[in-house]
């Protein structure tokens, strides 16, 4: 069973910067892996998505601001968040699309 392990979450000032980690149990290669954001009393959502040689996606919120990649070696997939502001406020989540393979999320709160 895939299984996915997210951190780096923290509370930061509007403006500010983060970068999440994403942590998988087995091989990362051949996944297609998404970041998943859940706005407080909100569904999740997609914003950022990441796979084959070199493919990756942004929804049109993060886009310039927020980029992600991956370490084969770490089986890691990373997301860095800059030019934070209150909307981006939410529990991140990483999963293949499309499977039920949800992490235990990490938090992130933009607040002056």
């Known amino acids: 069973q895939v299984q996915f392990a997210e951190s780096g979450g923290a509370m930061v000032h509007p403006g500010g910067s983060l970068n999440l980690s994403c942590l998988c149990n087995e091989d990362i290669s051949s996944h297609l892996i998404g970041w998943y954001r859940q706005r407080p009393g909100e569904s999740r959502e997609e914003i950022a998505r990441?796979?084959?040689?070199?493919?990756?996606w942004y929804e049109d919120s993060v886009k310039g601001r927020f980029v992600i990649s991956r370490d084969f070696g770490k089986r890691t997939v990373y997301l860095q968040m800059t030019h934070l502001n209150a909307e981006d406020t939410g529990v991140y989540y990483c999963?293949?699309?499309?499977?039920?393979?949800w992490g235990q999320g990490t938090q992130v709160t933009v607040s002056s």
């Open positions: 990441v796979g084959g040689r070199a493919f990756t």
């Open positions: 999963r293949r699309p499309g499977f039920p393979d």
